[in-house]
């Protein structure tokens, strides 16, 4: 099993960045019903404003080749283009466990 963990920094005011986190929590909860190698998916969006990152998402599936198969799939991107115009900087780690 394959352990995605991703962190994104957005840009825009506070509200702003609340909003589309929220909004990309959603569509990112509704992709195991929709991607068969998606295991599951936990979505965090950060509530600590001393730290500068936003939304942190931990997704499971069975190989390091399936998060390919993830990431390109069609509701993976149309989640993923929730954020244009307000991701700053985005971190990955994937690892097996």
């Known amino acids: 099993m394959v352990k995605h963990i991703v962190s994104f920094q957005l840009t825009g005011t506070a509200e702003e960045r609340l ?3 929220r909004d990309f929590k959603s569509a990112l909860e509704a992709l195991p019903r929709q ?8 979505v965090g969006i950060n509530e600590n404003p001393a730290e500068q990152w ?10 390091m080749a399936d998060v390919e198969v993830y990431a390109k799939h069609p509701a993976h991107v ?7 115009g307000h991701n ?10």
């Open 19 to 21: 909003r589309v986190a």
């Open 54 to 63: 936003d939304v942190v998402l931990t997704a499971i599936v069975p190989t």
């Open 78 to 84: 149309a989640a993923a283009a929730l954020l244009a």
């Open 35 to 42: 991607i068969d190698v998606l295991q599951s998916i936990e």
């Open 88 to 97: 700053a900087n985005r971190a990955c780690v994937d690892y097996n466990f």
